[in-house]
């Protein structure tokens, strides 16, 4: 197999014909020869006006092409030994699935409900703006994954752990073309019976998934933990426990510090998410190409820095909608999703700066320091909207100007948005920033600090404001050797694959333990 790389105009990277010829002309070969190709990798370059796609190409001359192969070897673990995974996330599946190809028992514990009656919980909420803290876009099977934008991309370095997702997700029914792309996406309307597909395996394996069932404390022995409570009531005795509860578990942070399991405070990121009509990112991205079918709906990535503190954009969503990401009635929180086609009118992304424990003077080596101002910044935002789940809105201009907004323009938020300033939310080493920041991003991408957009308060869960520190070698817990903390809510991960790897890294870890003491 020879692999071959080229560019071409994005007219031309969906011409069979021109593509099949141009290889044959990058490999000196006749027209007539006989060959067989697919995609390996697809980017694009859109730098300059003349748009260019970046084409790798696998190809087999006089012979086809080998099969890709999607299978992956899942053992029965009916009578294997056990272990214990909390949450029903990215980490705490493929924790769950790689447990089954090693021959270990997974026994989930999931607060949320299934992806299918989960779905009722967010159109509740989205509609008549009633929060269930047990169900919701961050809590439930398949965790804030589930109903996320489904971007794959991750600045992980490890290619081979990466293409192992990919591949495990395409054999749960993803399309192929997330392993071609650069930037793969699978969109909100595909993720949740992928995840279906993902719960059935385990099932049908012998491991255990089990809904609406909520980690309430831990006993401890010594240096280990020998049970755990669910439902405040139940209890289970366990070996191995990897703990993959994400950054919005809030109560599990306060019974670990209860039950004097060391946590730390960790940088993070506030601010707001920006919408912007997709037709202008598509204009700005594509100068000035539009309704195109050749090429995606645009994405931008955006970052400065502020007196010596980075601001960018995270999260980006082209083609898509803004949605109520809250735990707790008393709070709200924004993020964004797209559906797998990117076709809403609106594109939105965060705009957060970062905020360290040392920003609060004298609080420093309080665990909960980040975590206290997070959600300080979230119930602010939900009283100033109105106490219910509508959010702080302002346009971008208006903000910049320090003017409260008048009228809006449509926001893709369903629950619906307040004219707030923003400055009577966030302290001013967050708004002075943020304004800087747009001034900034307006230079790389003229036309993108418009009074027609709109900023919406607040984006706030970016990552974990709290770590539970770990052996960097083991994964144990530093002091908790049967305790593994795993993936965005313990601070190692940021993002569905980067979690489903540390998942599967947690999973190694006690193979190795277990192998080598039984
Ligand atoms: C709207 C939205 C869009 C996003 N878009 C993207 C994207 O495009 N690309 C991307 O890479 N990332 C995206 N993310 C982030 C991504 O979803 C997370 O990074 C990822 O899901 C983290 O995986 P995790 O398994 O570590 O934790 P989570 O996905 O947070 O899963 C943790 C699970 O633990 C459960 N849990 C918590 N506490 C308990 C308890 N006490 N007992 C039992 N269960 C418990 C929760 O209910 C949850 O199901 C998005 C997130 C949201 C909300």
Known sequence: MQEISFQCSPEEAKDFNFLEDKIKQELNLSRTSNIDFRWKKRSIDARKRNIKINCTFEVEVDTQLPDISYQFEFKDVRNSKEVHI?????????????????GLKPIVFERGKDVRSRRRDLATLNKEGILNPESNYCFGEGGAGTYSDGKLYTRSKKRGDVDRILKMLVHFGANEDILIEAHPHVGTNKLPQIITSIREKII??????????????????????????????????IKKLILATGHSARDVFELLHKNNIEIKAKPFALGVRVEHTQELIDQLQYHGRLNDDYLPPAAYNLVTQVDGRGVYSFCMCPGGIIAPCATDSNE??????????????????????????????GKENDPFVCL??????????????????????????????????????RSSYQPGIESVEMDSIFPTFVVDRLRQAFKDFDKKMNGFLTN????????????????????????????????????????????IVSAAIDGVKCIEKIKGKISAFG
């Open 452 to 495: 027609d957009a709109v900023i919406h308060a607040p984006e706030s869960r970016t990552s974990s404001p709290i770590s539970v520190p770990r052996d960097p070698e083991t994964f144990q817990h530093i002091r908790i050797t049967n305790l593994y903390p795993c993936a965005e809510g313990a601070g190692y991960a940021g993002g």
């Open 372 to 409: 206290d101002f997070q959600k300080e910044i979230e119930q602010k935002c939900w009283q100033a909207a109105g106490k219910n789940q509508k959010v702080p809105a302002q346009r971008l201009l208006d903000f910049v100007n320090k003017k409260k907004s008048i009228d809006f323009p």
């Open 204 to 237: 049908s394996c012998g491991g255990e998934i089990h809904f609406e069932k909520k980690l309430t404390n831990i006993h401890l022995n010594g240096n280990e933990i020998d049970r755990i409570e669910i439902n405040y009531s139940e209890t289970f005795p």
């Open 86 to 102: 909390i949450g029903a996330g990215p980490a705490g599946l493929f924790a769950a699935l790689h447990a089954l190809e090693l």
């Open 332 to 361: 709200v929180v924004t993020n964004g999703w797209s559906p797998s086609k990117r076709n809403n009118p609106y594109s939105n992304s965060g705009i957060v700066v970062s905020i360290f424990p040392e920003d609060f003077k």
